[in-house]
């Protein structure tokens, strides 16, 4: 990747780090292909967009598409050559809908933790900062 856009730095580069821990195709419903109408954009890829919509700190789905669509790196690092294979915004918007639906984000987050923390002790220490004998 860097050979086509250079070295991959700030945010870029803490998107893709979190995209390396995070098990997106794990935590994503399963949505079945004989339905009717048009053929579902492929999720995991939307997933992973809205990943750089909180990591990039980007405020909304237009912001989002906009950018996509102006910036070849992030471009690049969701999968899309083209301009041509950006999705609408209305696709953006069905995917995010179903996502916050099927409670992805808590999800994908305990997914997280489950691997990060796979063998490990979690341990807290908490204190009762109440004044005594008041």
Same mark, same amino acid.
């Given at each position: 990747?860097?050979?086509v856009?250079?070295?991959? =730095?700030g945010?870029?580069?803490?998107?893709?780090?979190?995209?390396?821990?995070?098990?997106?195709?794990r935590?994503?419903?399963?949505?079945?292909?004989?339905?009717?109408?048009r053929?579902?954009?492929?999720?995991?890829?939307?997933?992973?967009? #809205?990943?750089?919509?909180?990591v990039?700190?980007?405020?909304? =789905?237009?912001?989002?598409v906009?950018?996509?669509?102006?910036?070849?790196t992030?471009?690049?690092l969701?999968?899309?050559?083209g301009?041509?294979?950006?999705?609408?915004?209305?696709? #953006?918007?069905?995917a995010?809908?179903?996502?916050a639906e099927a409670?992805l984000p808590?999800? @994908?987050?305990?997914? @997280?933790?489950?691997?990060?923390?796979?063998?490990?002790?979690v341990?807290h #220490?908490s204190?009762?900062? =109440?004044?005594?004998?008041a």
């Amino acid at each position: 990747m860097d050979a086509v856009l250079g070295p991959v =730095t700030g945010r870029y580069k803490k998107h893709l780090l979190a995209l390396e821990m995070l098990p997106v195709e794990r935590v994503l419903p399963c949505v079945p292909n004989c339905m009717p109408g048009r053929p579902l954009k492929h999720r995991a890829t939307l997933l992973r967009a #809205f990943l750089a919509k909180m990591v990039i700190y980007i405020s909304t =789905t237009t912001a989002l598409v906009e950018r996509v669509l102006s910036d070849p790196t992030l471009r690049c690092l969701r999968g899309w050559e083209g301009l041509r294979d950006v999705p609408s915004e209305a696709t #953006f918007s069905r995917a995010f809908r179903e996502f916050a639906e099927a409670d992805l984000p808590p999800r @994908l987050h305990a997914a @997280l933790l489950e691997e990060g923390y796979a063998n490990q002790s979690v341990g807290h #220490f908490s204190r009762d900062a =109440t004044a005594k004998g008041a």
